[in-house]
Structure formats: C-alpha cells, structure tokens
Nanobody
C-alpha cells in the first residue's frame, strides 16, 4: 500500500504561481507512475498531469505550457509547478500513484482569484 501526502496549495491571484508537492511512502518500489488530478465543484475529477518511471510526461490540454510535473526519485516525491494560473484552475488537487492499483492523497485546495 502506498500513502501520499500533498502540500503546497493555497490562494493566489490570477497570473500567479504555486508549486504542489506529493511525498509517497509505504510500498513505493512498486510505483510505475505518479500524477496529479483535480476536481472543481460540480465537476468530475480530471487528469492534470502524470509522469512515468521512464520520465515520460502527459499533460491535459488545458494546462500544457503552464504546468510542469517533475519528480525526485530519491525522495519519492512528485511536484507540480503551476504558472500563469487562471480562475478556472481552482479545484482540489489530488496526488495519485499507480502500482497495481491507484492510490490517492487527501487533496489540497488551490484557489485562483480573478
């Protein structure tokens, strides 16, 4: 079992930046990929970005060019650098890790004011 703890959310004005962090513990040796999802009020949870063990990355069209996912394998930590934030980026952001199944963090709120 993998445990995930997110940090770094908060309130920021449009155009600003935030960096989210997610630290994994437990059965980390089995993790194939880690990523970020988000869920806005009244909407379904959606993929933001993920990074595979190979280093390959995938981004949602809505964040490509503004967000960057990275990882520190030695610390079992994945980061999401979010630049040029928009009000529509407001959501609860969840860290996720995939081994034989998905594990989820508790979520961190990101609020972008206009």
């Amino acid at each position: 079992q993998v445990q995930l703890v997110e940090s770094g959310g908060g309130l920021v004005q449009a155009g600003g930046s935030l960096r989210l962090s997610c630290a994994a513990s437990g059965r980390v040796f089995g993790i194939n990929a880690m990523g970020w999802y988000r869920q806005a009020p009244g909407k379904e949870r959606e993929l933001v970005a993920y990074i595979h063990n190979s280093g390959g990355t995938t981004y949602a069209d809505s964040v490509r060019g503004r967000f960057t996912i990275s990882r520190d394998s030695a610390k079992n930590t994945v980061y999401l650098q979010m630049n040029t934030l928009k009000p529509e980026d407001t959501a609860v952001y969840y860290c996720a890790a995939y081994s034989t199944s998905w594990s989820w963090g508790q979520g961190t709120q990101v609020t972008v004011s206009s």
